[in-house]
């Protein structure tokens, strides 16, 4: 590993092991990071141009769109550089900054799922105080505390992690995710590997077990109703959500709850790469397909964006 001692910079690898890929890898990157900027930011016009989608539902499908393209925003351009850049080093404090955000919109990312299906808990159990229970006060609230609760264990994260001495053989694949990190530490002791590995369970497991707790009630709220279209309209609310459920953690705790080794960090950070990408672009596109409302919003927008551009090539062409 090398020597113990204090390093100020370590050198993302990233693809380095295939030059002759990184033409490919950066348009692939650059693509998948322009379409999730672009699905996510399409739902996001779609709520706010929609009022019939002005509901608590729809506001935290919002919120978590938003957080999910910060999470990319942190990771992706990064990477983008470091393709086309001979000089791959990141600092401590950046990476530790970069550490901090990934995991502080990653932890809000789930909370924010937590907060989604009380949300249709409460709509299917109490529809007639539905309004009351879930206010525009009340989903604010619900948002900020997701959002308070997720940075505040990111911090505690950064803080256990970057208080380690790392050996001056510094190479991290990619970017600056946990277990890559710890990885060149010298002094990481069972302390800190239980201390990061409680925080992880109590954002991913602790979680995860509100959401099925939710969704327990929920199924036993939709086995008592008499009409099948009942039931089917119930579940169908909840669909889009559970199958967001399912994605998320099935990526998250594989990569981040396996007991880890030296060999196994090089290769879950493929696993992690794919987490990074694949989970914000799979999310609108989920939404989008098995929702009616937000199919019918987005068309809306689509319609307004050929508008805009066809009116704005007319005054041009009356311009010139």
């Known amino acids: 590993m090398g020597n113990c001692t204090t390093v100020s910079t370590f050198l993302l690898w990233g693809f380095s092991s295939f030059p002759e890929l990184q033409s ?20 996001m016009m779609a709520v706010k141009l929609s009022h019939n989608l002005h509901t608590p539902m729809y506001f935290f499908l919002c919120g978590l769109s938003f ?29 530790a900054t ?20 009380y949300d249709r808990y409460t709509a299917i159990h109490n529809p007639l105080h539905y309004a009351v229970r879930m206010s525009q006060k009340v989903c604010f609230q619900l948002m900020m505390a997701s959002w308070m609760v997720g940075f505040l264990v990111s911090l505690c994260v950064v803080i256990t992690v970057f208080n380690l001495s790392f050996y001056d053989s510094n190479i991290i694949p990619h970017f600056c995710d946990i277990s890559p990190v710890v990885s060149l530490a010298c002094d990481y002791t069972l302390y800190h590997e239980m201390a990061i590995f409680v925080l992880s369970a109590f954002v991913l497991v602790g979680s995860f077990i509100l ?23 119930a579940f169908s609310t909840c669909s889009s959500h559970l ?16 007991s880890k080794d030296s060999d196994s960090v090089l290769e879950d950070m493929p696993m992690a790469v794919a987490y990074t990408v694949l989970t914000p672009l799979l999310n609108p596109i989920v939404y989008s397909l098995r929702n009616k409302d937000i199919q019918v919003a987005l068309m809306k927008v689509v319609d307004n964006a050929i508008r805009f551009i066809s009116q704005t090539v007319n005054k041009r062409n009356l311009n010139i």
């Open 211 to 233: 959401i099925m707790i939710s969704y327990v009630f929920i199924g036993s709220i939709i086995l008592k109703m008499p009409s099948a279209k009942g039931k089917y309209k």
């Open 24 to 43: 490919l890898l950066f348009v692939v990157i650059l693509f998948s990071h322009m379409t999730i900027l672009t699905a996510n930011v399409s739902i």
């Open 243 to 258: 199958t967001v459920v399912c994605i998320h953690y099935g990526f998250a705790c594989f990569v981040y709850l396996r």
């Open 98 to 117: 970069q550490m901090f955000f990934f995991f502080g919109f990653s932890n809000n990312n789930c909370f924010t799922m937590v907060v989604m299906s």
């Open 67 to 95: 957080s999910e393209t910060c999470t990319t925003m942190v990771i992706l351009p990064r990477m983008l550089v470091d393709l086309l850049s001979d000089n791959k080093t990141i600092s401590l404090p950046e990476c």
